[in-house]
């Protein structure tokens, strides 16, 4: 999925002529027995895809003394890594959305979602436009023909309700709602269907670079984004989104409530943000030395939403039961899917379009992300290597 979706992001940005992916390498990290990151390289070379095994000598040289190892660390550097744009490149999508007859409703929040069947009547003096429904003067569809009814027999599919009582019909659903997907779905099927996804707070930490050193850790520099495959699990990405700030952050977060969350620093280990800085700063000095102003802490923080699922797999799936085809569910990305969000986009059309047929198509890549997974097993897949992300619960 990462190859095809990386193909997609070069087609829609040669649609839209602007760049939202900066393509660098990426360097995994780690002690060389561990889990995950063997379970990284037997992925390569499952699929083909090209990495080298460099040992802390050959970091060295190949990041030119930029990024030291342990001596007991092996890493791992692929072609597949990167810079995302995640606001530049949601505004392309909605471009490209829009360019193609999509309408969007932006601070319009969903509160209800119901299939409709054949012959059903529906009420509320409501206004059809081309068979599309309209409320409080909202009209979903180009069309300058309207008919008054305060009755129609609808033809089945899906009827969608916002908290200011709009109304939206449509021949199949695709709920995408992120940290709150599970209170959604929780909602609309009156408390009969949980899905196991828990939203969780985190924390994005920007570093300033010091002076004479701020070519260095630049994509132009060949510098990577990178992950460390310890405890806890740290990432980051080159210098880009801010100027001369290098993102370094632990993997992990609190649970929370999404409409409750504190928008402060989120720690991955309960009473241990103090702990967990502290972490990153060694971190930090050992692997890129006193290039990173690693004493004064970072610069900038962002808090940040993840949705979890038990397995860190998303959830891509009909939400079946009353619902059966007609709605599809895509959630629980777990802190990792953005990067898929063409190629899931693209899975999500077919699956809402085609329905169970378009599913054996994608079987191979969906097996990992049925909502079935879950029965009777809580946890999951079966992973082969511990959890990266760090959670814990408030206190």
């Given at each position: ?5 990386k193909?997609?992001w070069?087609e829609a940005e ?6 939202v992916?900066?393509e660098?390498?990426q360097l995994d ?8 990151l063997?379970?990284?390289i037997a992925?390569c070379e499952?699929?083909?895809i090209?990495?080298?095994?460099l040992d802390?000598?050959?970091v060295?040289?190949r ?8 001596e007991?660390?092996?890493a791992?550097v692929t072609?597949?890594g990167?810079?995302?744009?995640p606001?530049?490149a ?7 959305a829009i360019k193609?007859g999509a309408?969007?409703?932006d601070k ?15 009420k509320d003096e ?15 569809k180009?069309?300058?023909e309207?008919v ?6 609808h033809?089945g599919?899906v009827?969608?309700?916002s908290r200011?009582?709009?109304k939206?019909?449509?021949?199949k659903c ?5 940290s709150?997907v599970?209170k959604l779905?929780?909602k609309?099927s009156?408390g009969?269907m ?5 939203p969780?707070?985190?924390?994005l930490?920007y570093?300033k ?8 850790f630049?994509?132009?520099a ?5 992950a460390?495959y310890?405890?806890?699990?740290i990432?980051?990405?080159?210098a880009l989104?801010?100027p001369?700030?290098i993102?370094v952050?632990v993997h992990g ?7 409750t ?5 989120a720690?991955?280990?309960?009473k ?5 800085m502290?972490?990153?700063k060694?971190w930090i000095k050992s ?9 004064d802490?970072?610069?900038m923080?962002?808090?940040?939403l ?6 860190g797999?998303f959830v891509?799936d009909?939400?079946?039961g009353?619902?059966?085809e007609?709605?599809v569910v895509a959630?629980?990305?777990?802190g990792h899917?953005?990067k898929m ?6 899975i999500l059309?077919?699956?809402a379009?085609?329905g169970?047929a ?7 890549e969906?097996k990992h992300?049925?909502l079935?997974?879950f029965?009777?097993?809580?946890r999951g897949?079966v992973?082969?290597f511990e959890d990266?992300v760090?959670?814990?619960s408030r206190?």
């Amino acid at each position: 999925m990462v190859i095809e979706s990386k193909k997609l992001w070069r087609e829609a940005e040669s649609e839209i002529g602007y760049n939202v992916y900066f393509e660098t390498e990426q360097l995994d990290v780690g002690p060389l027995d561990n889990s995950s990151l063997l379970a990284l390289i037997a992925n390569c070379e499952k699929h083909s895809i090209n990495h080298e095994i460099l040992d802390r000598h050959e970091v060295r040289r190949r990041f030119s003394g930029t990024v030291e190892i342990p001596e007991d660390w092996v890493a791992v550097v692929t072609e597949l890594g990167g810079v995302l744009k995640p606001t530049k490149a949601v505004a392309m999508f909605q471009a490209l959305a829009i360019k193609y007859g999509a309408v969007l409703k932006d601070k319009t929040e969903i509160v209800d979602v119901e299939t409709v069947n054949h012959g059903a009547v529906l009420k509320d003096e409501t206004r059809i436009v081309d068979g599309e429904i309209v409320k409080h003067g909202v009209v979903l569809k180009d069309k300058t023909e309207t008919v008054d009814a305060e009755t129609v027999k609808h033809r089945g599919g899906v009827l969608v309700t916002s908290r200011l009582g709009e109304k939206f019909w449509g021949k199949k659903c695709v709920v995408t709602a992120g940290s709150w997907v599970s209170k959604l779905v929780q909602k609309v099927s009156n408390g009969r269907m949980n899905l196991p996804i828990q939203p969780v707070e985190t924390t994005l930490c920007y570093w300033k670079i010091k002076d004479g050193y701020e070519l260095d850790f630049t994509i132009g520099a060949g510098f990577p984004s990178f992950a460390s495959y310890d405890h806890p699990y740290i990432y980051g990405t080159p210098a880009l989104e801010f100027p001369d700030l290098i993102k370094v952050a632990v993997h992990g977060g609190q649970e929370c409530d999404p409409d409750t969350r504190t928008w402060g620093a989120a720690a991955p280990i309960n009473k241990g943000t103090s702990m967990l800085m502290r972490y990153l700063k060694e971190w930090i000095k050992s692997t890129f030395g006193d290039r990173i102003d690693w004493e004064d802490g970072p610069v900038m923080s962002q808090s940040c939403l993840y949705s979890m699922t038990p397995d860190g797999d998303f959830v891509i799936d009909f939400l079946g039961g009353d619902f059966n085809e007609d709605v599809v569910v895509a959630g629980g990305f777990s802190g990792h899917g953005f990067k898929m969000a063409p190629v899931v986009g693209r899975i999500l059309v077919d699956l809402a379009l085609g329905g169970k047929a378009a599913a054996a198509v994608w079987d191979e890549e969906l097996k990992h992300f049925k909502l079935n997974r879950f029965e009777g097993n809580p946890r999951g897949n079966v992973k082969g290597f511990e959890d990266q992300v760090r959670i814990s619960s408030r206190l």
